[in-house]
């Protein structure tokens, strides 16, 4: 199963979301196969890849990306929300029959912010660990 997290480094409602990932799904569910994909990019005023360390979540599932040009963003908004311009604060939930071509599908659940909508990717995750 696949978690896409886009996020900005110290806005600290995304901070809010990656910490709540990292402790109520990772850290409940050591052994829940689960892949967190973690973009991270500059968004407000003071994003800086210098405000980023890259252990903002240190769990060994998560795999963290720095992107400065927010081509990450740009293309979930584009290629799985329809609109252009860059998606951040957002996540996107993905099973693991999913596929990886031109665009990522199917998507079980998506929305944002992160941390304001918690519950959905928490319930959507704890529904694919229980089969």
Not at 14 to 37: E, F, I, K, M
Not at 47 to 64: F, I, K, L, Q, Y
Not at 84 to 101: F, M
Request: with cysteine.
């Amino acid at each position: 199963m696949r978690l896409n997290i886009l996020v900005s480094p110290t806005w600290s409602t995304c901070l809010a979301g990656g910490h709540w990932v990292q402790t109520q799904l990772l850290t409940q569910n050591p052994s829940a196969n689960l892949r967190v994909y973690a973009g991270w990019w500059p968004m407000l005023w003071n994003d800086s890849r210098e405000m980023w360390n890259g252990t903002h979540m240190a769990d060994p599932r998560v795999m963290p990306y720095w992107d400065c040009d927010r081509v990450i963003g740009q293309g979930f908004a584009k290629q799985v929300d329809g609109y252009e311009g860059i998606a951040w604060d957002s996540y996107y939930l993905y099973g693991p029959n999913a596929r990886w071509d031109t665009v990522p599908s199917p998507l079980l659940d998506s929305g944002g912010t992160i941390y304001g909508e918690r519950e959905n990717p928490g319930i959507q995750i704890r529904i694919l660990l229980e089969k």
